[in-house]
């Protein structure tokens, strides 16, 4: 069982900067590969960005490449989102997930969940 717990979200102006932090508990959490996922209001959860259990290689949305950047510590089992040039429209509860395959079009492989934090950004 592994436990992911997240921390860093908050209320941010447009074209600012928040990191996200999720840290991992529990066994063979540092085997896993790591990812972040959004829920906007009204809408349905989506794939932001993951990293292999090596940190070797990443993936992200369209929309945040080049804005959102994931990386980890396997020491400190944490994984990490920083989230650069802000818009509204990033507005969302942001979810750390776990996954011992990478395949992240479905969210049926994710073997773990943190319970979220909220992103906030105002115009």
């Known amino acids: 069982q592994v436990q992911l717990v997240e921390s860093g979200g908050g209320l941010v102006q447009a074209g600012g900067s928040l990191r996200l932090s999720c840290t991992a508990s529990g066994r063979t959490s540092g085997s896993h590969h790591m990812g972040w996922f959004r829920q906007g209001p009204g809408k349905e959860r989506e794939f932001v960005a993951a990293i292999t259990w090596s940190g070797s290689s990443t993936k992200y949305e369209d929309s945040v490449k080049g804005r959102f950047t994931i990386s980890r510590d396997n020491a400190k089992n944490t994984v990490y989102l920083q989230m650069n040039s802000l818009k509204p429209e990033d507005t969302a509860v942001y979810y750390c997930?776990?996954?011992?395959?990478?395949?992240?079009?479905?969210?049926?492989?994710?073997?773990?969940w943190g319970q979220g934090t909220q992103v906030t950004v105002s115009s």
């Open positions: 997930a776990a996954a011992r395959t990478w395949e992240w079009d479905t969210q049926t492989r994710v073997n773990y």
